[in-house]
């Protein structure tokens, strides 16, 4: 059972997801002494296009986020993009989120004369 999470980004912009990690039987997974990585594929090239390290929001809950500054998604091309977290608990990896991420056009920025 997969455990897919979509969501949406403006280019530019900061932004924290909070996903659920979840085992291949969709049952959620205790994140206690866990690291989460997190990879950004753009589909039309796919190609990894950022990774990052997730946080433990709630271990005993499964809960974890990835936050992503306006330097990591100022360069990012308007599309669909797929993501990965994996989760490693001890020797033990499991992709335990996936989906879409819908990036739209660039945030206007003002210049002041």
């Known amino acids: 059972m997969s455990n897919l ?3 949406t980004l403006t280019a530019g912009e900061d932004r924290t997801f909070t996903m659920t990690a979840r085992d291949s039987t969709g049952a959620i997974l205790d994140l206690t ?3 989460i990585s997190w990879r950004l594929v753009f ?3 796919n190609q990894i296009t950022l990774t990052k390290t997730g946080s433990i929001v709630s271990a005993s ?3 974890f986020s990835v936050s992503l ?3 990591d998604t100022d360069n990012l091309t308007d599309g669909h993009y797929t993501y990965d977290a994996f989760v490693t608990i001890s020797t033990t990896t499991t992709n335990a989120a996936q989906g879409t991420i819908v990036v739209s056009g660039q945030r206007v920025l003002q210049a002041y004369l």
Do not use: I, L, Y
């Open 69 to 71: 500054t306006d330097d």
């Open 43 to 45: 589909v039309r090239s």
């Open 33 to 35: 002494g866990a690291t």
């Open 61 to 63: 809950v499964g809960t």
């Open 5 to 7: 999470q979509n969501f």
